[in-house]
């Protein structure tokens, strides 16, 4: 090759790049992968899933409540922007028990979810915030299996033509959940 002039072209090795060292956010996980709860409202997880239509993507966000294994929250629209999480997490808190001190909310480390935005409205609503390690989908395992069970049983056996189309039909399945 060196005769000829020829330099090999070496791909670069792979490098990850959702490691962060530390923890920036101070945010730590005392969930621990323990979904479960002692009464309703006291903890929830929630994660973003994107679901295919014709038009592009729709994004669904979740919350969930680790006593009453559902969703108490959810928000779907057509951009992953951090009103997202926001409408989601305000909606829970619209259907939380009255008499709460505090809910614990666990999340992944979505930029969405570190945001100093999310974080003013977290505090707002009397919700301490607990997220996972960078990069571990188990520390979000329960969130993970509702969006795939979602995905599973809905979604990959229907065609979206339109956005509004899936907004509405995940909406009425998470509702009769």
């Known amino acids: 090759m060196r005769a000829a002039g020829l330099e090999p072209c070496q791909p670069k090795p792979w490098r990850p790049t959702t490691t962060i060292p530390g923890d920036p956010a101070g945010i730590p996980d005392l969930v621990k992968r323990d979904f479960t709860a002692q009464r309703p409202g006291y903890k929830w997880v929630g994660d973003i899933t994107y679901i295919r239509t014709w038009e592009g993507w729709v994004y669904l966000a979740t919350v969930l409540d680790c006593y009453l294994k559902k969703a108490v929250g959810y928000a779907l629209a057509d951009h992953m922007r951090t009103e997202l999480v926001i409408e989601a997490l ?16 666990h999340s992944d480390r979505g930029s969405v979810y570190t945001s100093a935005e999310y974080g003013q409205v977290v505090r707002k609503l009397n919700t301490r915030q607990l997220m996972g390690r960078t990069g571990v989908c188990w520390d979000n ?30 909406a009425r399945y998470i509702e009769l959940r």
């Open 90 to 105: 305000e909606m829970a808190a619209r259907n939380r028990p009255d008499g709460f001190s505090e809910t614990i909310f």
């Open 141 to 170: 395992a329960w969130d993970e299996s509702f969006n795939g069970t979602l995905k599973n049983e809905r979604c990959n056996r229907t065609h979206y033509p339109t956005k509004e189309k899936a907004i509405r039909d995940v």
